[in-house]
């Protein structure tokens, strides 16, 4: 099984898992070892699948605005949280390539591994639910004619994505590329480079 193929039936499965409960309070329970790549992958997706429904919640025209302030500052902590755990994977990636001999010429990608590993975690839960329109009850003919065509694109871009990734390891696996760790240093999030934050001080 490709690595890809791997990453999206575990993400499908969170979703799936996390829709049973359907709560965007409820304790996150990890079915891998925490600090495993799979324990890790699990929860990236866990976090994405919660953020997914805040957004939703936040959208609310009717929601009160110091409830709407708190769930702002949730999201953030969410956003804050997946930055995090992104790093941590391709930390993972990076400590299992970091010895192999590049070939002359090689280059680099776009994006890292986990990155990349980060947008099929989103496309998981946009086809998840594009698919829950599709079927829709409520819904008229036109919607869910509509939604079916989009979901036709992202199970292309599913295709496309997964085709690049699996492709960007097997270059690094063989010295066609080589990866570097950045990190993406949200200077909005640290009160020492936030001036909103600092000149408050």
């Not at 969170?14 to 304790?27: F, L, M, S, Y």
């Not at 975690?121 to 079916?148: F, G, N, P, Q, W």
Request: some cysteine; proline content about 3%; overall charge negative.
């Amino acid at each position: 099984m490709s690595f890809s193929k791997h990453c999206y039936d575990l993400f499908v499965d969170q979703i799936e898992t996390w829709h049973r409960i359907d709560d965007v309070d409820a304790p996150f329970v990890n079915k891998y070892d925490g600090t495993s790549l799979d324990g890790l992958l699990y929860r990236k997706n866990w976090i994405d699948t919660v953020q997914w429904h805040l957004e939703d919640i936040i959208r609310d025209p009717a929601i009160d605005p110091v409830d709407a302030l708190a769930l702002k500052r949730r999201i953030d902590r969410s956003n804050q949280d997946r930055t995090d755990l992104v790093e941590r994977i391709d930390d993972i990636f990076y400590m299992r390539y970091k010895d192999i001999r590049t070939l002359p010429g090689a280059g680099i990608n776009t994006e890292t591994p986990a990155w990349a590993v980060d947008r099929l975690s989103i496309l998981a839960l946009k086809i998840y639910h594009m698919r829950v329109e599709v079927s829709r009850k409520d819904a008229d003919e036109a919607h869910r004619t509509k939604c079916a065509s989009r979901l036709s694109t992202l199970e292309q871009q599913l295709v496309d994505l997964s085709t690049a990734l699996d492709e960007l390891l097997e270059d690094i696996e063989s010295g066609r590329k080589y990866m570097k760790l950045y990190r993406q240093v949200k200077m909005y999030n640290d009160p020492a480079l936030n001036p909103v934050l600092y000149q408050q001080k």
